[in-house]
């Protein structure tokens, strides 16, 4: 994405701008692309993270026809964020056949109505081909100021931090809907794990720790090596977060998610100073398993974290 953007001019645009149309308050928020040999306004749209019906709409084109050398203006992320949406957790789906609205809307964890907001559809009709723009609940909160963070914070206060070990942050699913650190640690301690919770985080699903509750594990404290992986040298060098719940048949709680992003925004900021790698479980080579369940929005994670 980062290399792509390169190619693109920002640019102030005034209202007769080659006769373009666009609401007043994305002039400042707009860029410009050049359209190069082999582009489609699809392509174009993946790349930047909108959709064609927007592209269309800030360009006046009424067809995907487009010629080379052509400028185009491009919506920033500001026209997401006009129809309530965190464009950082946003994502495009390209419609398949035999996908309807209800599909993936239930596919990816939201509403039919949030999926129709965040691309300017009234109706239910999609094609085969389409790009959709799909908003990840991860990234709104049922209470967005809430701070699920402190108690991590303060208790990592007293922890010096091994920077140059942590490489890689893999997000797991417990399988199961009961567990807390206590709990999880005295298993896997019974199951050989000498230094107990295989996992450096964990976080509560409401059952026996609170929603979206973040709970410390012995070896981020201790800032020892995993034992979340079968993988040695991965374990050596990866940060586990296990989310408590079963994601192949339920959904992460909205609060859960709330927490999960604190937690990364803060483990690739502040904790670590550096953008680690991210994976699901189930994406690291060798790794066979469902983790995190399909029902984790991993896609949109990635999406964030990359």
């Not at 192949?248 to 670590?272: I, N, V």
């Amino acid at each position: 994405m980062h290399s792509t953007r390169r190619q693109f001019t920002r640019s102030a645009l005034i209202a007769s701008a080659g006769g373009i149309l666009l609401p007043p308050s994305l002039w400042a928020q707009a860029i410009t692309y050049k359209v190069k040999k082999g582009d489609t306004l699809g392509k174009i749209a993946l790349h930047l993270n909108t959709s064609t019906s927007e592209l269309q709409r800030a360009n006046n084109l009424n067809s995907d026809l487009i010629q080379v050398g052509q400028k185009l203006i491009i919506p920033a992320s500001g026209d997401t964020n006009q129809a309530g949406y965190n464009s950082i957790a946003m994502s495009t789906y390209i419609v398949v056949k035999g996908d309807t609205l209800g599909q993936i809307a239930q596919r990816h964890g939201i509403s039919v109505n949030e999926l129709k907001a965040a691309n300017n559809l009234s109706r239910d009709l999609i094609l085969v081909g389409q790009n959709l723009r799909i908003p990840a609940n991860a990234a709104r909160q049922t209470t967005p100021k809430e701070d699920l963070m402190a108690k991590v914070r303060a208790e990592t206060a007293r922890t010096k931090i091994q920077r140059d070990k942590w490489q890689r942050i893999v997000v797991h699913h417990s399988a199961i809907k009961y567990g807390n650190v206590e709990k999880y640690d005295a298993a896997h301690r019974l199951r050989g794990m000498q230094n107990g919770l295989a996992y450096h985080f964990l976080i509560g699903n409401g059952i026996d720790a609170g929603d979206g509750e973040i709970e410390i594990g012995p070896r981020w404290q201790k800032q020892q090596p995993g034992g979340h992986v079968k993988n040695h040298l991965i374990n050596q060098t990866a940060i586990g977060i296990c989310l408590i719940g079963n994601f192949e048949k339920t959904h992460p709680s909205k609060k859960q998610l709330a927490a999960f992003t604190q937690l990364m925004d803060w483990l690739r900021g502040p904790a670590l100073g550096k953008k680690v790698n991210f994976s699901g479980h189930r994406e690291l080579k060798g790794e066979q398993t469902v983790c995190p369940g399909k029902n984790f929005p991993l896609a949109l994670m990635h999406a964030r974290y990359g």
